[in-house]
C-alpha cells in the first residue's frame, strides 16, 4: 500500500535540471562524474549527444533531484545545447585552464544559451563559469582566479571558479552556489506568486 511509506518518503521540494556545456575537451564529464558519483577517470571518451548524472541536494533542510546534463562539446552540436537548455534551471560552462581559447569559447556558449532558454523570472538563466584541470598548471597559477572572475563579471555569468575535477577541487563548491542561485530565484518567483 502505498500510504503505508508515505512517512518515510522524502521531501522533494523540486527537480532541477543543469546542464554542462563547453569545448570538446575542457571535462564537461570529468565533471559531472566528480560531482555525481565522486569519481574520475583519466581516459578521455568524447560524448556523442548527451549524458545524464543525477544527485539529491539538501539546502535548508529541503531536498533537491539534481539532473546533470553533459552534452557533446563540439560547434556541429549547437543546435542540441539549444534544444536541452529550453527546459534548464541553471548551466555550468566550462573552460579548460591550459587551453586560453577555451576560455573565450564560453561566450559562445553561454549566448547559446541566453538565445534559446529563459529562467522562470523571465531573465537569463544563471550560467556558472568553471575553468577546469587547474591541477595541470603550475603551482604558482592554480589559485590566481581573479583574471577568471573579471572575465565572468564582464559576461555576465553568475559567478566564477577555478577547478579540478581530477582533484576534487571547487567542483562542489561550484554546484552548490549555482544550486543555491536557482533556488534563491525560484523562491523570489514563489513569494511574488503570494502576494
Request: glycine share 8%; hydrophobic share 40%.
Amino acid at each position: 500500500m502505498a500510504t503505508a511509506n508515505k512517512g518515510n518518503q522524502k521531501n522533494f521540494r523540486s527537480d532541477l535540471k543543469i546542464i554542462v556545456i563547453g569545448t570538446s575537451g575542457t571535462g564537461k564529464t570529468s565533471f559531472v562524474n566528480k560531482w555525481t558519483k565522486n569519481i574520475f577517470n583519466d581516459a578521455y571518451k568524447a560524448t556523442i549527444v548527451s549524458e545524464f548524472g543525477f544527485k539529491i541536494f539538501e539546502n535548508e533542510g529541503k531536498l533537491y533531484r539534481i539532473q546533470l546534463w553533459d552534452l557533446a562539446g563540439q560547434d556541429k552540436n549547437a543546435t542540441i545545447t539549444k534544444i536541452f537548455a529550453k527546459d534548464a534551471h541553471g548551466c555550468v560552462v566550462l573552460a579548460d585552464a591550459t587551453n586560453a581559447a577555451t576560455l573565450d569559447e564560453t561566450i559562445k556558449w553561454k549566448k547559446s544559451v541566453d538565445e534559446s532558454s529563459v529562467f522562470i523570472d523571465g531573465g537569463k538563466l544563471p550560467c556558472v563559469l568553471v575553468e577546469n584541470k587547474i591541477d595541470l598548471l603550475p603551482e604558482g597559477e592554480q589559485s590566481n582566479d581573479a583574471k577568471v572572475k573579471e572575465f565572468a563579471e564582464k559576461n555576465d555569468f553568475v559567478g566564477a571558479f577555478r577547478a579540478s575535477a581530477k582533484a576534487g577541487i571547487n567542483i562542489n563548491e561550484s554546484m552548490e552556489f549555482l544550486i543555491k542561485e536557482i533556488i534563491k530565484r525560484m523562491e523570489a518567483v514563489a513569494s511574488k506568486g503570494n502576494e
